[in-house]
C-alpha cells in the first residue's frame, strides 16, 4: 500500500461546478496534513493546512478523518484558475524525524 | 520577494558529468530540503538538513551529496548524472519539522537534462 494514496484524475469539470478530491495515508501516527498546489512545471505551493476539525478558505474546504485515515479538498465553484495538480502531503514519523509524504497528486481542469 | 532561490533554473550537463544545484533562503529556517520530482509524479525526498545534521533518505543513491555550509545556503552535488537522473529538482525549507505550522516553502526548481 502507497504511503498517501491519490486518485490521479484527471478531473474535468465546468467552470462553477463543485468538485472533491480524497486522499487516504497508511500511517496511523501522522500528526498534520496538507493540501498543496502544483501548476505545470512549477514548484508545489502550499493551498491549505488541514486541521482535525476541518476548516475553509473561501471556496476551499479541507476535512480530515483521523479514524479512517482519509482526507478531503473541496472546491466550490471552480475556476478557470483552479486547473492544477493538487497533491495530499501528510507529515510523516520516519526512524529518526518527521518528513513531508507526498501523494502524486490528482490533476483537475475546469473547462469554460 | 523571492524566499527560496534556486539557480541555475535549467542544467544541462552530460552523462558522468559532476553537476551542482544550488537553493538560498531568506527566511531564516531551521531546515533545508532536496526533493526529486519526474513527470507526473510526487516529489520524492532525497536529505534534509537540520540546521547542520544531515538527514539521508534510506533510498537515495550515493550518487547524491549535500553540503550546507551556512543557514542559508545548501547544494546538492549529482557526482556522476545518469539519464535515469534527469528531472526537477526542488529545495524547500520549513522552521521546523512535525507541526502543522511547520509547512515547507519551495523554491522554482531546478530542472536537470542529462544529455
Known amino acids: 500500500r502507497k504511503e498517501v494514496e491519490q486518485d490521479p484524475g484527471p478531473f474535468n469539470v465546468p467552470e462553477g461546478a463543485t468538485v472533491a478530491f480524497n486522499c487516504t495515508y497508511s500511517n496511523s501516527a501522522s500528526q498534520s496534513f496538507f493540501w498543496y498546489r502544483q501548476d505545470c512545471r512549477k514548484e508545489p505551493k502550499l493551498l491549505m493546512s488541514v486541521y482535525s476539525s476541518g476548516n475553509e478558505d473561501g471556496r476551499f474546504t479541507a476535512q480530515l478523518n483521523r479514524a479512517s485515515q482519509y482526507i478531503s479538498l473541496l472546491i466550490r465553484d471552480s475556476k478557470l484558475s483552479d486547473s492544477a495538480t493538487y497533491l495530499c502531503v501528510v507529515n510523516w514519523l520516519g526512524d529518526s524525524s518527521y518528513k513531508l509524504i507526498f501523494g502524486s497528486g490528482t490533476r483537475l481542469l475546469v473547462r469554460p | 520577494d523571492a524566499m527560496v532561490i534556486q539557480n541555475p533554473r535549467y542544467q544541462v550537463t552530460q552523462f558522468g558529468k559532476p553537476v551542482t544545484l544550488s537553493c538560498s533562503q531568506t527566511l531564516n529556517h531551521n531546515v533545508m530540503y532536496w526533493y526529486q520530482q519526474k513527470s507526473s509524479q510526487a516529489p520524492k525526498l532525497l536529505f534534509h538538513y537540520y540546521d547542520k545534521d544531515f538527514n539521508n533518505e534510506a533510498d537515495t543513491p550515493d550518487n547524491f551529496q549535500s553540503r550546507r555550509p551556512n543557514t542559508s545556503f545548501c547544494f546538492l552535488d549529482i557526482r556522476s548524472p545518469g539519464l535515469g537522473d534527469a528531472a526537477m529538482y526542488l529545495c524547500?525549507?520549513?522552521?521546523?519539522?512535525?507541526?502543522?505550522?511547520?509547512?515547507?516553502?519551495f523554491g522554482p526548481g531546478t530542472r536537470l537534462t542529462v544529455l
Open positions: 524547500a525549507t520549513s522552521s521546523g519539522v512535525g507541526g502543522l505550522t511547520d509547512t515547507q516553502y
